[in-house]
Structures are given as C-alpha cells and as structure tokens.
C-alpha cells in the first residue's frame, strides 16, 4: 500500500507528526510512506527511515499536484487539513483521511473562553486518522533522526561546556509565545551551571544580550548552528527550558527533561510535550520512578488567556502578565530539582 502524509509546516508540527509515519511503517508490512511537506522543512525528515520518499510543495501548487499523480497513491493521510490539501486530494482522487484541527473549538475558547477541547494530544488525534487501517499508536512517542553530517563537534563548543549544559530556547514564532528577555537576562545569571542558548539567527541578538552577564557561563549559539545541529545539541543537554515552540518538541523527540513556559498559548491545545510511555526516569535521577518528564510553567485564571490559538506580535492588552507573572525564582527551582542538586 502506498501513503501519501501531508504535514507543510512547520518544525515542531512535522515533528508531531512523526509517529504516524513510524507506525505506519511498523503495522503494515507493505507500506510504502511518502511525505508531502515544504523545501524549508525537508530537512527535519531528510534521515527519517520510515519515510521512502520526500516530496516538496512548489510555489505552483499545480506542478506539486501534477508530480504527485504519478506515484499513483492508495491512501492520502493529512495532517495539515487547509485549502491546499483539500485542493491536492481532490486532485488525487483518492481515499483520504484527515484529521480534526478543532478550529471550532479552538475559537471558542479563544474567543468565548469555552472550553470545549478534546483532552487528547495532536498526536493522539494525528494517529486518528489510521483507525481504518488497524494501525494504533505503539507509544513510542516522537522521533528525530540527524544526519551524521550533522552532529556537532565538541571543538564547536566551548570546553566549559563539555561536561554538561542546560538549553534555554530563547526563540519562538511569535512574541506572544517568548519568556520575555529580562526574565531570560535574570535566570540566566542566576543560574550557577553552564548555559546554551538555542534559537535562530533572528535570536542572535537577545542571545548576545543574555549571555553579556557571563560569556564563560552563557554560550550563545542562536543563528551559528543548523536546525539539526541545534537539534543536536537539545539531545545533549542535561534539560531544556524552553517557550512553546519546535525545539521542546525536539527535546521530547530525544526524551530529555523540559521546563516548558507558555504565555498565550495554553496546554490544552493539545502540543505539550509528549513522550509515549518512554518517560526519562534513568535522566532524571533520584526523583522517584514516577517522576513527570517535564514541567510545565504558566500563568492560568487570566481571563484574557489564551488570546490566540497561534500568537502575536505584541501583546494585545499591552500588559502580558501570562508571561509577565512567571515567576524567574520558581523557574530556577525547578531547574535545580531537576538537576537534582541545590543552589550554591
């Protein structure tokens, strides 16, 4: 049987994505998987063994929908489920299933404050979409694959660092989703262990910024690395701090501890960070054989919260207290627990 997945963007969807195709791949012996996404996100599934082939959506959504009629497809599963998909399946003439974006009930808790959303994860509601096929969810949770081109180098990072690091992501889409930069400025120098910022080139800036307290300390290596090498360098980190964003779905793809702050988004989205059944209890030492992997900081009861399903710019009250009221000294607690020691 030949599957057509659909995901266009961006990294920490695609990323969510990716026990369909594993499970795909692990259920039905004759499955062949074929993954429709965009030339800037190629590289997140570039190593994916459990993808055959790699198709990338051009400009002319004709052209795209022309090369795709000749793989002859049995299935198309989509997880993007917009205007263009609907255009690229009805092209196709195939049966297709798609899954629930819950926009409706997306609105009315962003709109209303209703909350009427499934408790079920993303993936969980991805994974839908292969109930037909008999194929359920081997919880085995997300995964990311890096090229061997593409790990780091320990030259590329200060020695200083080579024993062992937290990763801050200091980057989001949005601003609305970002812990602001003098929180980050504060629990960066407050923290007494070695520091790796992560995020684009676009972040570069705050980075150098933050790490201006204690550029021993604090190693900034927004915009200096690739997106698989910063992956590389979340599955080396001891924990990740990190905002709503691809990079904590990275961090759970390589199961490492994750201290997730949420501003205007909220959990109940359904993509906090997910790990099957393979929760990290060799990782995080000490704490119990129950322990969570991760943690997640927010400020709830705000009646403005969430404002969006996706973010803003800037904050449409002007205040930001979702952020704002995060507290750094009860970030950097839980930063030491799950390092397992005390402050200095």
């Known amino acids: 049987m030949k599957f057509l997945v659909i995901r266009f963007s961006s990294i920490g969807d695609i990323v969510l994505t990716t026990p369909v195709v ?9 499955a062949e998987v074929h993954y429709l996404t965009k030339d800037s996100f190629k590289n997140i599934l570039a190593a994916n063994p459990y993808i055959d082939k790699i198709h990338l959506l051009k400009d002319n959504l004709d052209e795209t929908i022309e090369a795709l009629k000749q793989e002859d497809f049995d299935y198309v599963i989509d997880l993007h489920h917009n205007v263009r998909t609907l255009k690229v ?59 061997e081109n593409e790990y780091v180098k320990e030259r590329d990072i200060p020695t200083s660092h080579h024993a062992g690091y937290i990763g801050i ?28 910022l992560l995020g684009g080139p676009e972040d570069k800036e705050e980075g150098d910024t933050i790490a201006a307290s204690d550029n021993v300390k604090i190693y900034n290596a927004c ?37 997730s702050l949420w501003g205007n988004t909220i959990p109940e989205f359904g993509m ?39 973010g803003y710019k800037k904050c449409p009250k002007g205040h930001f207290k979702c952020m704002e009221f995060i507290s750094v000294n009860e970030v950097e607690k839980k930063v030491y627990s799950y390092l397992n020691v005390k402050k200095v």
């Open 22 to 30: 594993r499970c795909l791949k692990k259920h039905i012996v004759t």
């Open 89 to 147: 399946k009805r092209a196709l003439k195939k049966k297709s299933f798609s899954f629930n974006k819950l926009n409706i009930e997306k609105w009315l808790i962003t709109a209303l404050k209703i909350n009427k959303l499934s408790s079920a994860h993303i993936v969980d509601r991805y994974l839908d979409t292969l109930k037909s096929f008999g194929v359920k969810n081997d919880n085995a949770g997300l995964d990311y694959f890096i090229p």
């Open 169 to 196: 992501v200091i980057g989001a889409a949005y601003f609305t989703k970002k812990f602001p930069l003098h929180k980050l400025q504060e629990l960066c120098a407050s923290i007494v262990h070695p520091i790796i």
């Open 223 to 259: 915009g200096k690395f690739s997106l698989n090498e910063s992956a590389d360098l979340v599955r080396r980190a001891k924990l990740i701090v990190t905002n709503d964003t691809g990079l904590m779905h990275i961090a759970s793809a390589f199961k490492r501890p994750i201290i």
């Open 272 to 310: 906090y960070p997910y790990y099957g059944e393979n929760f990290i209890r060799a990782t995080v030492q000490n704490r119990g054989t129950d322990v969570q992997p991760y943690e997640i900081m927010e400020v709830k009861n705000l009646s403005c919260r969430p404002c969006s399903k996706i």
